[in-house]
């Protein structure tokens, strides 16, 4: 019960921080981050897969119904909630890497930057190939693909020294 | 077939994964006809009174700039009242009628309560919804010009396609001549749209003011979009390509107005007659 709760809240707020903050945040017309991810990568590793995904799903139907671009972020988000136990066993090649929370705080700074790189690149690069559904401005959204990234990493591993400590 | 339940259970997970992605891709593609069930979208009563309550609190760091916009516009507008030899009638309501030409316009104000630019289909949100007689297809304009045009309508609040949203263009035209065309956002830069469809043997200049054209019943003549700020003649092409700096800081919008054009409907319905 407690821990549900507070995963509860932690939607709830990751949810307002995207719509109310980061989806204001208008960089040079380029950067748009996405950081409500958040929320799929903190998730324990032992969650199970259904779960993982229906809550990628409900994620990112929230982001949607919020900023009027329906399907885009929950098909973004399903996919990353997909691929993120390959990405752990991946980036963890030892077996005493593993732990329960995927969070930085458990475990090393390399391992966590490299487990947000990953996830926030994929999220995003299938995010903006949707919404711009074309390749003919192929270079232009790899950029806005590429600055997003950058900046989104940047908030998600400073969030780790500032809120989620505990 | 049992061989087949056994491989499904084992990769329910990949199984699983392709339905909800599906089910996202449908809601992607069939953009339209989801938007028809109303409650996914910004103007539902959840994300409409989330975005409300989040302005009531922000909306006050804009407040010197949005009183010095509307001391300006109310500047300009009894300016023109007065060399029209108009007298200002007194009215305290804050819906107003004007009787432009023949077809009778009215004017609803209402807040921006959200708002995008750097997505390819940017759409604004505003605090006002069916019944305060929005509907959709009516138009949107601040201040400075045109803001976009109303999509989805609940009970309160509204959402409404930006001129930044390549779903949907534009009628035109130039205010110096007449010549009309349609003005497109490209989808790169939110100050800038492209004006195509203005024949080559028309006379431009950076610089010349674009208006509507009223001739999509959306918007009234006259309503100011921007500015020609640069053009080329593409090759083998008998039109030009235009950019326009739009005349709405669309990064800093706060109170619009929602534009109903009375006769709207005769004019469809006239329309409509003529097509079939």
């Known amino acids: 019960m407690g821990t549900l709760l507070k995963y509860g809240i932690m939607f709830v707020a990751l949810v307002l921080v995207q719509v109310l903050i980061f989806n204001q945040v208008h960089l040079g017309g380029y950067i748009n981050p996405f950081i409500y991810i958040l929320f799929i990568m903190l998730l324990p590793v032992y969650t199970p897969r259904y779960l993982l995904l229906f809550a990628g799903f409900f994620l990112g139907l929230a982001i949607d119904v919020f900023s009027n671009t329906l399907g885009m972020h929950a098909a973004a988000t399903v996919f990353i909630a997909y691929i993120r136990p390959f990405v752990i066993r991946s980036i963890s090649n030892r077996e005493e890497d593993r732990h329960e929370f995927p969070g930085l705080k458990q475990n090393s700074f390399s391992w966590f930057l490299y487990y947000a790189i990953i996830m926030v690149f994929s999220h995003h690069i299938i995010f903006f190939y949707l919404e711009f559904f074309t390749f003919t401005h192929f270079l232009t959204t790899l950029l806005r693909v590429v600055l997003s990234s950058l900046f989104s990493v940047f908030i998600i591993v400073l969030s780790q020294f500032l809120i989620f400590r505990e | ?276």
């Open chain 2, 1 to 276: 077939m049992r061989s087949l339940f056994r491989y499904l259970l084992r990769n329910y997970a990949f199984v699983l994964f392709i339905l909800l992605e599906t089910l996202a891709l449908a809601m992607v593609f069939n953009y339209n006809s989801f938007q028809r069930a109303k409650y996914l979208n910004s103007a539902n009563f959840l994300s409409g009174n989330v975005f409300s309550m989040y302005n009531s609190v922000a909306g006050y760091f804009g407040l010197q700039r949005d009183n010095r916009e509307l001391a300006e516009e109310n500047a300009r507008l009894r300016m023109l009242l007065e060399n029209q030899g108009y007298t200002v009638p007194v009215n305290d309501s804050l819906d107003l009628a004007v009787q432009q030409g023949d077809s009778l316009i009215r004017f609803t104000t209402a807040q921006v309560i959200n708002n995008s630019v750097n997505s390819a289909f940017n759409y604004i949100t505003l605090n006002k919804g069916s019944k305060h007689g929005i509907r959709p297809d009516q138009g949107i304009i601040s201040a400075k010009g045109i803001v976009g045009v109303v999509g989805q309508v609940s009970e309160s609040y509204a959402m409404g396609l930006s001129v930044l949203n390549r779903r949907w263009s534009i009628s035109a035209k130039l205010k110096n001549n007449g010549y009309y065309g349609s003005l497109m956002w490209p989808g790169t830069d939110y100050r800038f749209a492209r004006l195509s469809e203005i024949p080559l043997h028309v006379d431009i200049a950076p610089g010349d003011t674009v208006i509507t054209s009223g001739y999509s019943s959306v918007f009234p003549e006259g309503i100011l979009v921007g500015t020609i700020s640069d053009f080329t003649r593409p090759d083998g092409e008998n039109y030009y390509s235009i950019n326009v700096l739009l005349s709405v800081d669309f990064k800093s919008l706060s109170h619009v107005e929602v534009v109903e054009i009375m006769d709207k409907q005769e004019i469809n319905e006239l329309e409509n007659i003529m097509e079939r």
